[in-house]
């Protein structure tokens, strides 16, 4: 299988869209995961320096040997330097641009509800982990799809090297998540209009974080609704999708992933054609939530 374009051009130009059919997705839980896939969601966490699972990739550990050879061959480049360097420019890029979409100030609102300073501080520091823990999966997300459509980055040798110390933010937040079964009508019924506004087939880990504060969450999701409807919002997460894979196309490879072993892994899991379309979905749904979250930001850091 080869990819869009030309194979010679590394991971190649794969369009975004929302797969159609939606694919079946099967998350494995964390709280489910024993023994060897337990320690890979730990090594997992700890390199990408993040307190949380991703769905993307809990997704993809549904297919075990897929999911093996995807980290056995990605976790030398996460642990690297050059790929902090991406994820950090990406992130950047992402949050300067979103400053044009003109977020509406969110803090006098707060305080008029009752929200002291530490109740805002909280939120912020939950939302600045999202906003530095999205962008490694957003990364993982276009590797993975590109590969798996017969796409190639760097080269089989390729040194990298590590990155010392931390690069997550120095925050100390509870990851407690608001799951629909927890919450009440009001939170229930944005939650669904956040999935019928956005084409969600489920509610991002981001969105049940922040509804922890229920109030809040209404108000921010308020001013973002009108603004995911617009072309210009929609266009951003369609460059954020197009930098995200031309720093993915300059990233050394000192794991040696390879199309052929990454497609030879999933098919003793399942057809391909059943995986593709997982892959698909998130590198389509991730360059759209990076954006939302770098909008949350934004509100609470506008003056007003």
Not at 81 to 92: G, K, M, S, T, Y
Not at 129 to 135: A, E
Not at 178 to 207: C, K, S, W
Not at 228 to 255: C, E, F, I, M, S
Request: proline share 9%; with cysteine; charged share 15%.
């Amino acid at each position: 299988m080869t990819i869009a374009g030309n194979p010679s051009t590394g991971l190649g130009t794969p369009p975004r869209h929302l797969p159609n059919p939606l694919p079946a997705i099967r998350p494995l839980p964390e709280y489910a995961a024993e023994g060897e896939l337990a320690a890979r969601y730990g090594d997992m966490k700890a390199v990408l320096q993040v307190p949380w699972m991703g769905v993307v990739t809990m997704a993809f550990a549904h297919y075990p040997n897929f999911f093996g050879e995807l980290w056995r061959g990605l976790r030398p480049l996460c642990a690297s330097q050059p790929f902090v360097a991406a994820v950090r420019e990406l992130r950047a890029y992402c949050e300067d641009e979103v400053e044009n979409l003109g977020p509406p100030a969110i803090n006098a609102r707060l305080a008029e509800a009752g929200y002291g300073a530490r109740e805002v501080d909280n939120i912020r520091a939950m939302i600045e982990i999202f906003s530095h823990g999205n962008f490694p999966y957003l990364m993982i997300a276009t590797l993975t799809r590109s590969l798996l459509l017969g796409g190639s980055f760097g080269q089989a040798g390729d040194t990298a090297a590590a990155f010392e110390g931390r690069h997550a933010p120095d925050v100390s937040q509870p990851f407690l998540l608001m799951e629909r079964h927890h919450a009440d009508g009001p939170t229930q019924a944005v939650y669904d209009d956040i999935m019928a506004t956005l084409g969600l087939p489920f509610v991002n880990t981001d969105y049940r974080a922040l509804a922890r504060w229920p109030s809040f969450f209404a108000l921010a999701w308020g001013d973002l609704k009108p603004s995911a409807q617009t072309a210009a919002h929609k266009a951003l997460a369609n460059r954020v999708y197009d930098r995200a894979l031309a720093l993915a196309n300059g990233l050394p490879n000192p794991g040696g992933l390879n199309a052929e072993a990454l497609q030879a892994a999933a098919q003793q899991d399942a057809p391909l054609g059943e995986i593709l379309p997982v892959t698909e979905l998130f590198h389509y749904l991730l360059p759209q939530l990076v954006v939302n979250v770098a909008f949350f930001r934004a509100q609470l850091q506008a003056s007003g």
